[in-house]
């Protein structure tokens, strides 16, 4: 009896999208790998910033982008 490796083809539909970021991959392929980044001023908060995808799902929970705030963007009023 000979045993055979099953590799699912099922491919999954794109990466969903997260507002103020991205995924970016090559592939929606079983094994293809999508890698989330947030655009400028953001960082992933929750959620998943590398998912796979197996068998027409992709792994984990599409990331938040959540905004930072640098002390840069504080204002400070100074009344005399």
Do not use: E
């Not at 083809?9 to 592939?27: E, W």
């Not at 929750?46 to 705030?69: H, K, N, V």
């Amino acid at each position: 009896m000979k045993c055979l490796h099953y590799i699912p083809d099922n491919p999954c539909s794109a990466p969903p999208g997260t507002s103020n970021g991205s995924p970016t991959y090559s592939s929606t392929d079983h094994g293809a790998t999508a890698t989330y980044k947030c655009n400028t001023g953001y960082q992933i908060t929750a959620g998943s910033a590398t998912r796979t995808c197996s068998d027409g799902t992709w792994s984990g929970s599409t990331p938040t982008c959540g905004g930072i705030i640098s002390n840069s963007q504080y204002v400070i009023d100074i009344f005399i």
